[in-house]
């Protein structure tokens, strides 16, 4: 015997990016804006000089990826719970990617899912990690490995909040873009490579580009089901560099900038790039002051530690590689030779 549901549905998840001076925004429900303590201190006064809601509460993190983990989440959750937050109220990612994952995550699960809207602070959530939906947190066992597809229902783009971007974040972003340009578009890497990222001008058609080539991706293959795996390009290793130095030595773009250079270093030995393609990227990276180097202690607990990887199946490790530039190769086929020269090679660093 059989009971049958139907449950073929439609569900219209379209969200705009609004890439502008942040214009006054007002909500007829409860609000919680989710911050940490940086942001706070330095734009929150701006932020609710544009806000206006029935009623408005603010929580406020610690700062850091150390920080992404349940107990962040669990403070959310409570925040909501002790003020009557219902399925209409909706919450406000107001940080770097961070708080905007966080966020995401905490309104895809309160009440079994509310709205939330991005206003990313920083150039990498900007041009990468408040668009697209995917939310989560930290464990032990590695990066945003538990979490939800929950896309925000808008996100807010002001330019404004780089003004006071430490130098080091704004390259961390700059990888996030430079990530891009190498996998979908050699026009584009090729302007990174001819003009300063520090000219606003400049910055504001990156940002604009990058923020395109997210939407269109999402919009093809919304649950990484395909084309998407390869926004994570310097990710599988730099999520294993993110756990090994706990957080707390790299930001997330100098990790993906090694992992790019890991890839590249696998592409190169697999006829996927050329040297002089390799060299091209990794000036590119170090133009904005970004690492390229990282020794591995233990070669062996690095290769173990791919499995752990989302994109991973069994015993299969799933890499994006470069094909030339702006071009790529999702693959599961590299052999454990091939890999194991590359960890060696970063192992005799």
Do not use: W
């Not at 806000?51 to 509460?57: D, Q, R």
């Not at 773009?253 to 992992?259: F, H, K, L, R, Y």
């Amino acid at each position: 015997m059989q009971v049958h549901i139907p449950l073929k549905k439609v569900v219209d998840d379209s969200y705009d990016i609004t890439i502008d001076t942040l214009k006054p925004l007002h909500f007829n429900t409860k609000i919680a804006i989710v911050t940490n303590e940086t942001v706070a201190g330095l734009h929150l006064d701006y932020l609710l000089k544009k806000i206006s809601a029935k009623e408005l509460i603010i929580i406020t993190l610690k700062d850091g990826e150390e920080y992404k983990n349940q107990q962040s989440i669990d403070t959310i959750l409570n925040s909501l719970f002790e003020h009557r937050f219902n399925r209409k109220s909706i919450l406000v990612a107001f940080g770097g990617g961070v708080i905007g994952d966080m966020t995401g995550y905490a309104a895809s699960i309160y009440q079994r899912g509310i709205d939330f809207i991005q206003i990313p602070t920083t150039l990498l959530s900007q041009v990468d990690a408040s668009v697209g939906g995917k939310t989560g947190i930290n464990n032990k066992y590695g990066k945003n490995l538990v979490g939800a597809f929950h896309q925000p229902k808008a996100v807010y783009i002001d330019p404004y909040f780089l003004t006071t971007l430490p130098k080091r974040e704004f390259s961390a972003g700059v990888a996030e873009i430079v990530k891009m340009a190498v996998t979908f578009n050699r026009e584009f890497f090729e302007f990174l490579e001819h003009n300063d990222l520090y000219d606003a001008k400049n910055l504001q058609e990156a940002i604009r580009y990058s923020v395109q080539t997210k939407a269109d991706v999402v919009s093809e293959d919304e649950k990484e089901q395909g084309i998407r795996a390869a926004l994570n390009y310097g990710h599988t290793f730099g999520h294993v560099i993110e756990n090994e130095t706990a957080y707390k030595t790299y930001l997330h773009g100098e990790a993906v900038a090694i992992g790019m250079c890991m890839a590249n270093e696998m592409a190169l030995k697999m006829n996927l790039l050329t040297q002089k393609e390799q060299e091209r990227v990794e000036e590119l990276l170090k133009k904005y002051d970004l690492p390229t180097t990282y020794k591995i202690k233990d070669v062996r607990k690095f290769y173990e530690a791919f499995f752990l990887d989302k994109k991973s199946l069994d015993s299969s490790i799933t890499f994006i590689l470069p094909f030339g530039i702006g071009k790529f190769l999702i693959t599961d086929k590299v052999d454990i030779s091939t890999t194991m020269c590359v960890l060696n090679k970063f192992g005799e660093l």
